[in-house]
C-alpha cells in the first residue's frame, strides 16, 4: 500500500484585487503549509473509494470526489491505468479554508507521479492540477509560495519552519463561493515585500469580513487567538472558518490551545507548526 499525506494549507495573507471577467479573482496571496493533514492510500489488493477518520462524516453523501477525479485526470493525461482502492483519512474539517480537498488531490497525484516515474514539477502533472482547482498547485507545490491569477501562478518563496501553529475551527462549514461573492470589490493594495513573517503580518484577509458575516462564530475564534498570550499572527485562513494562530513558543501554543479547549469543548483545535 502506498501513502501519501496531504498537509494543510493555510493563507498566511490573501489580498483580492479585482473580479476577473471569467469570473474568478485576481489574488495575491501568501502560502504556506504545516506539519499535519490528511492521508491518502491507494491499495492494488482492491477497488473503489473510501472515506475514514475523524471528519470523514463530512464526504459521506459526496459521489464526486477530488481524489477519484485526480486518479482520473492522472491516468487520462499520462496514458496509464490507475487501478487499486483508495482511502483518504479525513483529519481536517471540511469546508475549513484549509484547503483540505484540493490537498487530497494534490496528494492523489504525487503518489500516482511517483508510481508513474513522474517528476513532480513536471508541467504535464501541474496542467492536471490547475485543471482540478485554483489550490490545487500550490498543494502539490507542497511549499511556501506567492500565488497570483486564481492562486495558481506560484514563486516559491522561503518559507518559516518550524514556527508554531495553532489551528482553531467553530465546528462551522463556509462555502467559498458566497464568501467571495459578498467580497465588497475594493482593491486594498498589494501583498506587501519582505520575510514571509513580515509580509504576513503586514498582510490581510480580504475575505475575513464576509465569511464573518456568514459565520459570526469567526469574531469568537480570532478574539481567543488575539488574546492569548505569544500571539505573533492571528487571522482566518481562506474563505475561513478555520482560523491560526503563529506563536513564538510551543509552550504558548500548548497553553493557548488548552485554554480555548477548556473553554469551547466544541472546537477544533489542532496544535502543528509551520513545514
Known amino acids: 500500500m502506498d501513502r501519501e499525506p496531504a498537509p494543510a494549507k493555510l493563507n498566511l495573507a490573501l489580498h483580492v484585487r479585482r473580479r476577473r ?6 489574488l495575491e496571496t501568501l502560502f504556506a503549509f504545516v506539519t499535519d493533514g490528511d492521508l491518502v492510500q491507494l491499495d492494488d489488493a482492491g477497488e473503489g473509494f473510501a472515506v475514514e ?18 486518479r482520473d485526470a492522472f491516468g487520462r493525461a499520462f496514458g496509464v491505468a490507475t487501478p487499486g482502492r483508495i482511502t483518504l483519512e479525513k483529519n481536517l474539517p471540511v469546508a475549513s479554508g484549509l484547503g483540505g480537498g484540493s490537498a487530497d488531490a494534490a496528494a492523489m497525484l504525487r503518489l500516482l507521479a511517483r508510481r508513474q516515474g513522474v517528476a513532480v514539477d513536471d508541467p504535464r502533472l501541474f496542467a492536471v492540477a490547475d485543471a482540478l482547482g485554483s489550490d490545487v498547485p500550490v498543494c502539490l507545490l507542497g511549499r511556501t ?26 465546528g462551522v462549514a463556509v462555502a467559498t463561493a458566497a464568501v467571495f461573492r459578498g467580497w465588497d470589490g475594493v482593491d ?25 458575516a456568514i459565520a459570526p462564530a469567526i469574531d469568537d475564534v480570532l478574539a481567543r487567538l488575539d488574546a492569548a498570550s505569544g500571539v505573533v499572527l492571528a487571522r482566518m485562513s481562506g ?23 477548556q473553554a469551547e469543548p466544541g472546537w477544533w483545535c489542532l496544535e502543528t507548526a509551520l513545514a
Open 188 to 212: 486594498r493594495g498589494a501583498l506587501p515585500e519582505g520575510d514571509v513573517l513580515t509580509a504576513a503580518r503586514a498582510g490581510r484577509n480580504d475575505l475575513e469580513p464576509q465569511a464573518r
Open 145 to 170: 509560495a506567492i500565488g497570483t491569477g486564481r492562486g495558481e501562478q506560484l514563486a516559491p518563496v522561503a518559507g518559516a519552519a518550524g514556527v508554531p501553529v495553532l489551528l482553531v475551527n467553530p
Open 21 to 26: 471577467d471569467d469570473g474568478y479573482h485576481e
Open 239 to 261: 474563505s475561513g472558518a478555520t482560523c491560526f494562530a503563529l506563536f513564538e513558543t510551543a509552550a504558548a501554543r500548548a497553553a493557548a490551545a488548552r485554554d480555548i479547549g
Open 53 to 70: 477518520g475523524p471528519f470523514a462524516a463530512g464526504l459521506a453523501d459526496e459521489g464526486d470526489n477530488l481524489v477519484t477525479r485526480a
